[in-house]
């Protein structure tokens, strides 16, 4: 796939997942992004941590740069 860094056997992410990634790294804080998709700050955490396990991104920045990657 190109212009997509995803390791070929990665898993996908979920769309709520992209959705929670894309606002990361629009610069929303957690709560920003809990009030905008109407779910708490533990869920949007969680779906972070759900992220971090399918792709390796340790850091905000990484995250971020994965968001761009994928074209959340």
């Known amino acids: 796939m190109p212009g ?6 990665a898993p996908a992410l979920s769309h709520r997942e992209r959705q929670v990634l894309a ?7 957690h709560k920003q992004v ?3 998709l109407g779910i708490s ?3 949007v955490s969680t779906y972070l ?3 971090r396990t399918k792709r390796t ?3 905000v920045a990484h995250l971020i ?3 761009h990657s ?3």
């Open 41 to 43: 700050v533990h869920t």
């Open 4 to 9: 997509n860094s995803r390791p070929q056997n």
């Open 70 to 72: 994928e074209g959340c």
């Open 65 to 67: 740069h994965l968001s």
């Open 23 to 29: 606002h990361i790294a629009a610069g929303l804080s």
């Open 49 to 51: 941590r759900r992220i």
């Open 34 to 36: 809990a009030r905008r």
């Open 57 to 59: 991104a340790p850091t």
